[in-house]
């Protein structure tokens, strides 16, 4: 095969390869262009702000997120991640001395039962185990706000990584989409330089001795 052919082959083959990898660039900028507006205003419709940081408690300045991003408004996936473990997940473990939403279920269920049957009995201890129901019913239901939120939050933070995952492969697709043009243009180069009749030779042609200019040797 002629050299200028195979380096013309090589060249139109890495500029196909790099237009590729410039679409899938473009699609990777588009998607995360997206993902991060998506999060942006979706966030920002729930109008939470962080506190400032003069009003944080000892336990929230413990934080090093919540410190960072005091009196800002929460607009993307990183201040989310922030507000949903250090801020509401360091809360709701005071609520129930750190029990779930789904583990108030068994207590509350089985005060329901107690507040009826002391109910049909007048029983005496009514008035405190109807107190035991209303307490542990606030709880579950602050704690299903609050879990219902954080879950929001997260569900956010994760649409955001994959905005950011989309961002580094494109900016992959890119950075090696230049390089194949590059050395493309090269190889059209060369082959511009390259005379038409040269050819392509696998493997190096053997070296030829001259052994007529040897000496004869005198013993």
Known sequence: MKRRTLDVLFSTGGIALAGLLLVLGLVMTSNANFAKDYVKNQLSQQNITFKTADTLTPEEARSACLVQFAGQPLTTGKQAECYANDFIGLHLKSVANGQTYADLGTPQSALTAKVKAATAANDPALPDLQKQLTATTAQRETLF???????????????????????????????????????????????????????????????????????????
């Open 145 to 219: 706000k609050g879990e219902t939120l954080r879950g929001l939050l997260l569900t956010s933070f994760g649409f955001s990584v994959f905005g950011v995952k989309g961002e580094q492969v494109a900016t992959v697709a890119f950075i090696v989409a230049a390089l194949l043009a590059l050395l493309s243009i090269a190889g059209f180069v060369h082959a511009l330089r390259t005379s038409k009749d040269e050819a392509f030779a696998a493997v190096p042609k053997p070296v030829k001795i001259d052994t007529s200019a040897r000496q004869p040797v005198t013993v």
